[in-house]
């Protein structure tokens, strides 16, 4: 939580650029409620608390500016260089450029953060990582609150979009009628305290498909981990996957997904934002691979070390208000690429 790359987390895109409005998540804030949820699962399994807490709060320290959209720009961009994808570049944050204490890089993370923090990893990158990365390659699991962490943050973000989505006027009350997670808890609120609206209503039944969620998951998971009769961590590692949902709630959580990706991560006025977004991080990139110089020094001199992932690092360190300031200094207010205006 002290780590420079945890306070850029708060004007860092969920789905809506910062200056859209005040109330909108963050990636810091979607952060801290992943967090939040992750602690009340491994409380109720007996997990390690305190472990679980740190994989949610460092899983998105690589995410780039303006979400997913920054991040397909500029794996774009870095294709020649390996690409990139934030996962890895959350455990590249804790690993190597976090600069915290005068004998080491990085944050002096145990093995099983690190491992929780990397979600997925294709062959080839896993065989540059050492230990961390040879579950991928060995196909075996990582800790119970690895995979429950990974769950958390899917029930966070499932929820919050959902009352981001209402708040922003791009998703509409009756639309949610037809996604069985929320028209049933909505039926529910509603019984109990008629004539319920606006905020009041939307909150309640968010809080309540939370509670459904968070519930079976720690049932489900608690029945998976007593079938398979698992003792230690190796065994949990040789498992099959522990955490999870049972089908029914699984089908219900996929269902909202389904619903959020097709009317709100795609709802025009979304992606005409984003496509800007993209716009952005390709002219920020082109340009300084054009002219380095216009790096800030230590950036600048990681060139020489590291070659062009040192201009990979700096655009996936910048929050959206200090890549579109980058950006107007570079290019102009008046310049013809595409910006977001502010």
């Excluded at 992750?38 to 007996?46: D, K, T, Y």
């Excluded at 007593?226 to 590692?237: M, T």
């Excluded at 049972?246 to 619903?259: G, I, T």
Aim: aromatic fraction near 6%; proline fraction near 4%.
């Amino acid at each position: 939580m002290h780590c420079t790359a945890f306070r850029r987390l708060e004007y860092k895109t969920q789905v809506f650029v910062n200056h859209e409005g005040d109330l909108f998540r963050t990636r810091l804030t979607h952060s801290i409620e992943v967090a939040q949820i992750a602690r009340s699962i491994a409380r109720n399994l007996q997990l390690s608390e305190d472990l679980i807490e740190a994989i949610a709060l460092a899983h998105d320290l690589g995410h780039t500016p303006f979400g997913h959209a920054g991040q397909d720009a500029l794996n774009e961009c870095a294709r020649p260089w390996g690409g990139f994808e934030h996962n890895l570049q959350s455990l590249r944050v804790v690993d190597e450029l976090e600069q915290r204490y005068a004998a080491f890089d990085g944050l002096n993370l145990s093995f099983e953060t690190r491992e929780g923090i990397l979600k997925h990893c294709s062959p080839a990158q896993a065989r540059q990582l050492g230990e961390v990365g040879e579950r991928f390659l060995n196909q075996r699991r990582p800790s119970l609150e690895a995979q429950v962490a990974n769950l958390a943050d899917e029930i966070a973000y499932n929820n919050h979009d959902v009352d981001d989505g209402l708040r922003s006027g791009l998703i509409e009350l009756a639309q949610l009628q037809s996604i069985e997670l929320f028209e049933r808890h909505c039926h529910d609120v509603l019984q109990r305290y008629p004539g319920l609206a606006g905020r009041r209503l939307v909150h309640e039944t968010i809080r309540r498909m939370i509670d459904e969620l968070v519930t079976d998951l720690v049932d489900e998971t608690r029945r998976r981990v007593a079938e398979a009769g698992v003792r230690s961590i190796d065994e949990v590692r040789a498992a099959p996957p522990l955490a999870g949902f049972s089908p029914a709630v699984a089908e219900r959580s996929a269902q909202l997904k389904r619903f959020l990706y097709t009317n709100l991560y795609r709802h025009p006025r979304v992606t005409e934002v984003m496509e800007h977004a993209r716009n952005i991080v390709r002219d920020l990139f082109g340009r300084y691979l054009a002219e380095p110089a216009l790096l800030p020094d230590e950036h600048r001199q990681r060139i020489d070390a590291i070659g062009e992932r040192a201009i990979v690092d700096y655009i996936a360190g910048m929050t959206d208000r200090f890549a579109l300031r980058e950006h107007r200094r570079l290019f102009g207010a008046s310049d013809g690429s595409a910006r977001i205006p502010a």
